[in-house]
């Protein structure tokens, strides 16, 4: 008898522990994409944004969630290749069900699955500086537009203190970004009176290694009698073999300054960076930015990395990409938050205007129209061991210009997304 | 004919092949609702047609490779340049509506062109795309095998030097001035023959010309490899020295087939892009191009329909591990290329055939 | 302005003992102000007469000048100086700011300190000060300029200073003087001078004769610039050929013995560059003092991993293709996926960081405005001597007597005794660890990443392929001809055109010359 009671109270009380785990285990779950290349050529810069990502979403969940949902991260990879791209984010949007995708890296990328979250009206969020002239009701662009990057660092050249250049390289890779960054460049050296003579522009294929020749032309040109900057545009790990050959062949800084706008932290990882002191990189985050909110973030990544013993554990860097990548999710979980719904529709809607306090120092914003945030932009040279100084920087953040003023016809381009689609169906 | 195409028990298989991609796929993708399990999604339909370009391309392979003798790592070029030449129809038919609208694709207003060139020209009309899908490749393949050919060069030489071709286009066309979209290539489509191309039925109605295309290419085949053509092809493979003392002029037989498999690719290329909607220079990578090759070894070289068995394993198995595993994907396929050339050098249709000796 | 202050300071230098504290003030105008501020400090700095000014400069320009609060340190070792006068400050602040300099100052900088130093006992440092100043010395420092002119002893320094001293006089208003800088500025061959010439042949200048002067000696500065192109041309060829022969090398012997095109030779490459990144690492954290030599143990190490990887893949998997070439091109894809893929899960997706010691970074000046990188001087020499030790080998050791014969007719050789699996092993190793000694020499002048390997094999295949089999030449050859062909046209159509109008060329050779330009002779019995 008693030990018929016993074992009664005992399953009683196992149900009893039981019932809450269970309801625990069935608590709410939102899930999420992310479409970054894991493979091939644009790992080496996408890997890490995939890993922020799911950094983010710990932070997340460990507060409590997105409106108490756990968010539960769908990892696709595309490796790097771009009709891939299109085919996992429609396998996101359409077979996971995911609420909202984080991703993209290249420009061809973007383009490539940006019909098909037109077309199944899903939700991107598009962490990388590029070359504008796009702006989709769909996709969330939390990198620079060319006004926040190229424009300030180009004008930052021609002051007293970046050196009063007056006659410029272009130098750029040969795709859509640099293409497009140097027409708005010329254009906008045309407008401070700079002409043409006095203006070098040149492209090298991906992958290009070898820069004696580029570097010979960039000497000859600039002892033409000017004050010679070079504007770089080359794409991910040309940089290595140029800024290599730039050291070598002893063109200091101080002679021809040569700023980069795809050049961060992780790039200069595989580089002897003394000899590069004093070139510069332009970008809306730099990792030796000195606040309490960089500080505080770069120590959770560090930990981050070490936890999941990622490869680059023993030197966690963090770059303007992965900042993004941050600013983008925390924003998304707030427009979630205020639209009390995963709907696309009336996410980005109370997306308008939310803002966010990033490790950059400032309190970013995202603007109530264009689907771009507000950025600040800093100015840095190279030091000695990797990291950059900050030399200038905007006083406060800088509204995006997706459609250049400086390209013919953009002046009739409304600065939102296009509400009435082509009819499709 | 029939019968010497095919025997009556092959006969079937292809018949309920038919009835799959022409019956059961269009029924259960336009007709059964969304939320049954049954239901075909668009995603799958798309990518049905897309691995059904595949095995075109396959079977295209295993004409100069299984039956000629010819091992070509380059085969991924005329894939593109069919599919390029449809391309330039595509954009046309985006006509005003891309970012500019302006009646020019974007990537030539971006360049600041003002008027198309050369290579542009009547690139609006279907018929002339139709053309240029099947001129091109071919003609590239004609002149590129002629001199080839008649040099005779041969074996691991023109292995090379057809990844050179394919590495040496790829990087033409990576170069913006060139014309086609640098590396963004050609996206963002809209309409075929003023037919806008994102509805169920369009993909649907791509899906079963290249089913259709599919099922012709495999009969073609068959019906070149059972004739006599076929047989002088076979010994030209087995020994060419041979066959040229014999009295054949082998350089006409290899030339024709070698026409033939390019002006293959690029018809499944062209059907290939309105499906996947981008094409882009890296579809000419000589890493492509090889992949190719191993469809065709995984299904069993020299059979026709080893290769189409071989693709739909191989992207099969790439669909499932690069979403489950991803970091492993490419062990995976690494050991597949090691596995199949070892150990199963007939591919899957032999193993197949061995199994039902023994 | 600054003459004045010049001035001063050669009174303050004739006057011994003056070391007072640095103004104060100025110090903070330097650490804190803004960049007109800052420029005017250094010139007040330099003023000033104190010899701690050098030191102060120097310290700026080191990144060892820090603030704490209203101070201005000078940090060393943990150990800091009040900047301004010199005294030690203990305890070491514990909030400190690094105080930046951008490159106007740097620049600034580093005119400044070689005026001060243009005066210096130290022969090395006059020369280094007036190699600074070619680019052209401020107005002001002209009587300095003048005062080291007269000074100077040594007839190097004193001609290169007399050129820049010349470059000063372009500006005088004296014509004869200008004339005559014009002339003496005719002999030099560096496009700094050109650069403070071309003002003079333009229409601006008032003089027609110094105007004509100065476009004759601009059009002889502008012949010799071309003719030093050339000679940066010519040596920028025989870099890339260099390296595409220690690429190319590894792949002629295994395809010449084997018949075997093993695409997994880019990666071989790769796992070369690998090994060294690990050696420098070893290095780094336990014989850091040595970090300069880390090459002389990455070079046999490199050679020693990829020739064990190498005939590992011999023995595992492409001994069983023996006389299925074909097949073999396919399998040894499938192990170069799986290597990039073991590569990547080992040591990451992104590129790693090899270090250059100290011997390989910068360059050599031997004209005006060529530098030839050590690296590559370096790089161009190893190749050569890989070249005489695989001709050595090939020629003088047994293993390439069977090495040459397996090749030449591996039936024949079987039946004369030599024992062709073991020779086709050793083969295999051997090309391999070349390519492990071209993946160590590309690891230092460009990336290295799992996908180093795939940009450079389609490069060594078209070297073997042109080069052919039948002797070692045809490889040099193919690869210098490539590398010269390559970089003549990049300089005239860019780089892509010219990598595609090579692959062309190729293309068309091999139509005329199916074997390559170095063809085995005899009837080619068909595989």
Redesign the interface.
């Known amino acids: 008898m008693n030990r018929r009671i016993f074992v009664n109270a005992l399953a009683l009380s196992a149900a009893l522990v039981m019932a809450p785990a269970a309801a625990w285990a069935e608590a709410k779950v939102v899930k999420v994409g992310v479409l970054h290349s894991l493979s091939g050529t644009m790992a080496i810069s996408e890997t890490a944004l995939k890993d922020m990502a799911l950094m983010t979403f710990d932070e997340i969940n460990a507060k409590g969630g997105v409106m108490g949902y756990k968010i539960e991260a769908v990892v696709v990879d595309p490796a790097s290749n771009w009709p891939l791209f299109a085919e996992k984010a429609r396998q996101l949007i359409t077979q996971d069900k995911v609420a909202v995708v984080f991703g993209c890296w290249t420009s061809v990328s973007r383009k490539s699955v940006l019909p098909v979250f037109e077309e199944l009206n899903g939700l991107l969020f598009y962490p990388v500086q590029y070359e504008g002239e796009e702006l989709s009701k769909n996709v969330f662009y939390t990198g620079a537009a060319p006004n926040q990057q190229a424009i300030p660092a180009v004008e930052y050249l021609m002051s007293k203190d970046g050196g009063g250049a007056k006659r410029f390289v272009l130098l750029g890779t040969d795709y859509v970004y640099p293409r497009t960054t140097n027409k708005i460049l010329r254009a906008f050296l045309h407008s401070k009176g700079i002409t043409d003579a006095d203006i070098m522009e040149e492209y090298t294929p991906f992958g290009h290694s070898d820069y004696q020749t580029i570097i010979a032309k960039i000497k000859k040109f600039a002892s033409e009698g000017k004050k010679t900057a070079v504007v770089s545009t080359i794409n991910g790990d040309s940089n290595v073999p140029f800024y290599k050959e730039l050291g070598n062949q002893g063109l200091k800084a101080t002679d021809v300054p040569v700023v980069a706008f795809s050049v961060g932290e992780e790039e200069l990882r595989g580089v002897d960076t003394k000899p590069l002191v004093g070139h510069l990189a332009a970008w809306n985050y730099f990792m030796s930015l000195k606040n309490p909110v960089n500080d505080a973030w770069k120590k959770e990544w560090a930990a981050y990395a070490k936890a999941k013993k990622l490869p680059t554990a023993d030197k966690p860097l963090t770059n303007d990409p992965m900042e993004a990548t941050y600013i983008g999710i925390h924003m998304w979980k707030q427009a979630v938050e205020k639209a009390k719904s995963f709907d696309t529709d009336k996410v980005i809607a109370a997306m308008a205007g939310q803002s966010f306090k990033a490790p950059d120092g400032f309190t970013i914003k995202m603007d109530e129209k264009n689907h771009h945030l507000h950025k600040p932009v800093f100015i840095g040279e190279v030091k000695a061991d990797g990291q950059f100084n900050v030399v200038w920087k905007t006083p406060g953040p800088v509204r995006a210009q997706p459609w250049s003023p400086f390209i013919p016809g953009n002046d009739k381009k409304k600065d939102e997304p296009e509400t009435a689609a082509p009819a499709k169906k | 004919m029939i019968s010497r195409l095919y025997g009556p028990k092959a006969w079937i298989v292809l018949a309920c092949c038919a009835a799959v991609v022409f019956v059961v796929f269009p029924v259960l993708n336009l007709v059964v609702p969304e939320g049954n399990p049954l239901h075909v999604t668009a995603f799958g339909v798309t990518l049905g047609g897309k691995i059904m370009c595949y095995m075109i391309v396959a079977v295209a392979m295993d004409l100069v490779w299984g039956y000629a003798g010819i091992l070509s790592l380059g085969h991924g070029l005329f894939f593109a340049l069919g599919g390029y030449a449809f391309g330039m129809y595509l954009m046309r038919q985006i006509h005003a509506d891309g970012q500019y609208h302006v009646d020019m694709p974007d990537f030539m207003v971006f360049l600041d062109w003002k008027s198309f060139p050369w290579h542009w020209t009547w690139s609006e009309h279907f018929l002339w795309a139709v053309f240029l899908v099947v001129a091109v490749p071919g003609l590239l393949a004609f002149v590129f095998g002629y001199f080839a050919f008649r040099s005779r060069v041969k074996g691991v030489y023109f292995s090379i030097i057809t990844q050179a071709l394919t590495y040496a286009a790829m990087l033409l066309f990576f170069r913006n001035a060139t014309g086609f979209g640098g590396n963004n290539g050609f996206t963002d489509f809209k309409r075929i023959l003023e037919v806008p191309i994102t509805t169920p039925q369009m993909r649907m109605a791509l899906f079963t010309i290249t089913g259709a295309t599919l099922i012709a290419t495999l009969l073609l085949g068959r019906f070149l490899v059972t004739s006599k053509f076929g047989r002088v092809l076979a010994a030209i493979r087995d020994a060419e020295a041979r066959v040229m003392s014999c009295g054949y002029d082998t350089l006409w037989y290899k030339l024709f087939v070698w026409v033939l498999s390019a002006v293959l690719c690029g018809i499944a290329g062209a059907l290939y892009v309105p499906q996947v909607g981008i094409i882009n220079p890296s579809e000419m990578s000589p890493a492509n191009s090889i992949e190719i090759a191993i469809w065709t070894a995984v299904g069993g070289r020299g059979t026709l329909v080893g290769p189409i068995i071989g693709t739909g394993l191989v992207n099969g198995a790439k669909s499932v591990f690069t979403v489950a595993w991803p970091e492993y994907w490419l062990y995976v396929l690494g050991l597949i290329f090691i596995l199949v050339t070892l150990f199963l050098p007939d591919g899957v249709v032999g193993l197949a055939k061995r199994w039902r000796k023994a | 302005m600054l003459r004045w202050m010049l001035i001063a300071l050669l009174i303050a230098l004739c006057a011994p003992g003056a070391a007072r504290a640095l103004d104060a003030a100025t110090v903070g105008k330097l650490a804190t102000g803004d ?2 501020e800052r420029a005017a400090a250094v010139a007040a700095l330099v003023a000033s007469g104190d010899p701690r000014a050098l030191e102060v400069l120097k310290a700026l320009s080191d ?1 060892e000048m820090q603030t704490a609060g209203n101070r201005v340190l000078i940090v060393k070792d943990d150990k800091a100086v009040d900047a301004a006068s010199g005294e030690a400050v203990t305890p070491l602040p514990e909030s400190r700011d ?1 105080v ?5 100052l ?2 600034e900088l ?1 005119r400044a300190k070689a005026g001060l130093r243009l005066m210096s006992h130290d022969r090395e440092v006059r020369r280094a000060a007036v190699k600074e100043l070619e ?1 052209g010395a401020d107005d002001d420092m002209r009587p300095l300029v003048k005062q080291a002119l007269a000074a100077e002893t040594d007839p190097d320094i004193r001609a290169s200073l007399a050129l820049v001293s010349a470059q000063l006089d372009l500006k005088s208003t004296d014509k004869a003087a200008r004339i005559a800088a014009v002339k003496l500025l005719a002999g030099s061959s560096s ?2 001078v ?2 403070t010439l ?2 003079l042949a333009d229409k601006a200048e008032p003089d027609a004769e110094v105007r004509a002067q100065a476009k004759e000696a601009l059009k002889l500065i502008e012949s010799r ?1 071309a003719r030093a ?1 050339m000679v ?2 010519a040596f ?1 060829g025989v ?2 050929g260099s390296i595409l022969l220690l690429a190319a090398l590894g792949l002629a012997i295994t ?1 010449g013995l084997m ?1 075997v ?1 093993n ?1 997994a030779h880019g990666e071989l490459i790769m796992i070369g560059a690998y090994t060294t990144y690990v050696v420098q690492n070893l290095f780094r954290a336990h014989a850091p003092g040595a970090f300069d030599w880390y090459l002389a143990m990455a070079v046999p190490a490199s050679f020693c991993v990829s020739a064990l990887v190498g005939m590992a893949l011999e023995r595992s ?1 492409i001994r ?2 023996y006389g ?8 040894t ?6 290597l ?3 590569v ?2 080992i ?10 010691p100290a011997f390989m ?3 050599i ?1 031997i004209l005006a ?1 060529v ?1 030839l ?4 001087i370096v790089i161009i020499g190893f190749a050569a001597v890989v070249l005489l030790g695989m001709g050595l080998m090939l020629a003088r050791t047994r293993l390439g007597l069977f090495v040459r014969g397996v090749t030449q007719n591996r039936a024949m050789a079987a039946c004369v005794g030599v024992p062709t699996a073991r020779v086709d092993t050793w083969a295999f190793g051997l090309g391999s660890g070349l390519a492990g000694l071209a993946g160590c020499a590309l690891s230092q ?7 180093l390997g795939q ?1 450079y094999i ?1 490069d060594s ?2 070297v073997v ?1 042109l080069g052919g089999v039948g002797q070692l030449a045809g490889t040099v050859y193919a690869a210098l001809g490539l590398g010269f062909a390559n ?1 003549l046209l ?2 005239w159509s ?4 010219a ?2 109008a090579v ?2 060329f ?3 050779f ?3 010359r ?2 390559g330009m170095f063809a085995l002779k005899g009837r080619a019995v ?2």
């Open positions: 960049g007109d990144g690094d930046i300099v951008n490159n106007r740097r620049g580093d680019g496009s700094a050109k650069t071309i003002p610039l192109q940066g041309l920028s870099s890339l395809y018949g095109i695409m998997v069983w293709l299925r070439p074909l097949e073999t091109l396919l399998a894809w499938g192990i170069s996926l799986m990039i893929q073991g990547r899960t040591f990451g997706a992104q590129n790693v960081q090899v270090e250059n970074s910068g360059g000046e405005d530098v990188p050590y690296s590559r002048i460009g990336n290295v990443g799992p996908d940009s389609i295949f078209m392929v970089k990049e300089d860019g780089a892509v055109l990598k595609i692959l062309v190729i293309i068309v091999i139509q005329k199916p074997q068909e595989s």
